[in-house]
T-cell receptor, first 113, second 110 residues
Framework: EAGVTQSPTHLIKTRGQQATLRCSPI?????VYWYQQALGLGLQFLLW???????NRGNFPPRFSGRQFPNYSSELNVNALELEDSALYLC????????????FGPGTRLTVL | EDQVTQSPEALRLQEGESSSLNCSYT??????LFWYRQDPGKGPEFLFT???AGEEKEKERLKATLTKKESFLHITAPKPEDSATYLC???????????FGKGTKLTVNP
């Protein structure tokens, strides 16, 4: 069974640009979660999507947004990039919104110059 | 506010030297406590879910236990391939969100 996949693996942008990160959940999973892992800060919850709807949001500014498509894949958009947005962005999926275990993808390393 | 604290931050062991990692938490209402393993530059790999105090789960050389305020990850006779960062996370009554600790970086020397 294929796991969670993310693309691209690495992404380099300059300050002020926009970044788009993509995630495909495990087959059969309907919930997708996004986390940011910056150096020294640990994993911080960003967003939760289930059945195409945003269900919960972490303490991040509105320039972090995303969506979930009908096939349950998801996209994270970060507008007006700042240097401190440099981090590993991790996507996770779970069977549905009430099932607890989240399985993570390999991440996208975003570097903002 | 839900919080997770892991200790120690780093731990060096000799191969075969057993030890324990600690995860203490404060949460409004615990739905579950999770342990993950993360290798450098990779995504976290799921290990265990614990739901209630007194629960224990085992997998190979790892055993996770849960009390009302903390969880332990016991590593018995570790091998160099057990070297990784071990992350603890809790899910409170609010669905979806996992709150993570900063992890314990384990190094096992041959």
């Amino acid at each position: 069974e294929a796991g969670v996949t993310q693309s691209p693996t690495h992404l380099i942008k300059t300050r002020g640009q926009q970044a788009t990160l993509r995630c495909s959940p495990i087959s059969g999973h309907t919930s997708v979660y996004w986390y940011q892992q910056a150096l020294g800060l640990g994993l911080q919850f960003l967003l939760w999507y289930d059945e195409g709807e945003e269900r919960n949001r972490g303490n991040f500014p509105p320039r972090f947004s995303g969506r979930q498509f009908p096939n349950y894949s998801s996209e994270l958009n970060v507008n007006a990039l700042e240097l401190e947005d440099s981090a590993l962005y991790l996507c996770a999926s779970s069977l549905d919104g009430s099932t607890d275990t989240q399985y993570f993808g390999p991440g996208t390393r975003l570097t903002v110059l | 506010e839900d919080q997770v604290t892991q200790s120690p931050e780093a731990l060096r062991l000799q191969e075969g030297e057993s030890s324990s990692l600690n995860c203490s938490y404060t949460v409004s209402g615990l739905r579950g406590l999770f342990w993950y393993r993360q290798d450098p530059g990779k995504g976290p790999e799921f290990l265990f879910t614990l739901y209630s105090a007194g629960e224990e789960k085992e997998k190979e050389r790892l055993k996770a236990t849960l009390t009302k305020k903390e969880s332990f990850l016991h590593i018995t006779a570790p091998k160099p391939e057990d070297s990784a960062t071990y992350l603890c996370a809790v899910q409170a009554l609010v669905f979806g969100k996992l709150v993570f600790g900063k992890g314990t970086k384990l190094t096992v020397n041959p």
